[in-house]
């Protein structure tokens, strides 16, 4: 079973300040998992369970910011706090631009790293209920029927049943049917609520090329 308690994974090839870390992050409540390798991390499949990643940029084999690049492809990217030694204004730049939660220097101090620590985990139970949230969106999505797939756009691009029936070469009842079907399938009671679940989905409107 996936665990629920989020996970604080801390990735960094110094043993002894990795260790440390660790014992700070326990003192404060946080379970926690210590890798010493990019390697080690990916092969632990860290996106199963709720969580954040501190991380170190310099590592034997990949380094920090490649394994930055790597999690962001994953189904469920963990939001990441980097903490190193060797920061310099061009990865700070590159790391806060994929998507950092924070780029802190070591030494780091409890009081700095727990709230970045806390930031980052905000972040992912965020991020998680947005993915659930648009996955239930696809799923009704998936319900519609090709003909459906196809009303719902012009619909929400504001055409009025006449001129949808017009362009499909449809009946306007059946038109009608359509779009209530539409609604129904995707739990919308208004126009308003259609337009906003279209637009998180990516659908294209008609004539946005």
Known sequence: MKETRPVVHVVDDDVSFRTAVLRLLRA???????????????AAEPGQSPGCIVLDVRMPGASGLDLQ?????????????FLTGHGDIPATV????????????????????????????????????ERTR??????RYDTLTPREA??????????????????????????????????????VESLADLVRMASQLGLQKPGDR
């Open 28 to 42: 404060a409540g946080h379970e926690t998992r210590g890798y010493g390798s990019a390697a080690e991390l990916l």
């Open 69 to 81: 690049k790597a999690l962001a492809a994953a189904e469920e990217p963990l939001p990441i706090v």
């Open 94 to 129: 590159q790391a806060m631009k994929a998507g950092a939660v924070d780029f802190l220097t070591k030494p780091v101090e409890r009081g700095v790293l727990l709230p970045a620590v806390e930031g980052a985990l905000a972040r992912d139970v965020r991020a998680r209920t």
């Open 134 to 139: 648009l996955r239930e969106l696809r799923a």
């Open 150 to 187: 196809e009303v719902l756009p012009l619909v929400v691009s504001g055409l009025l049943n006449k001129q949808i029936a017009a362009g499909l070469g449809l009946a306007e009842r059946t038109v009608k049917a359509h779009r209530a079907r539409v609604m129904e399938k995707m739990r």
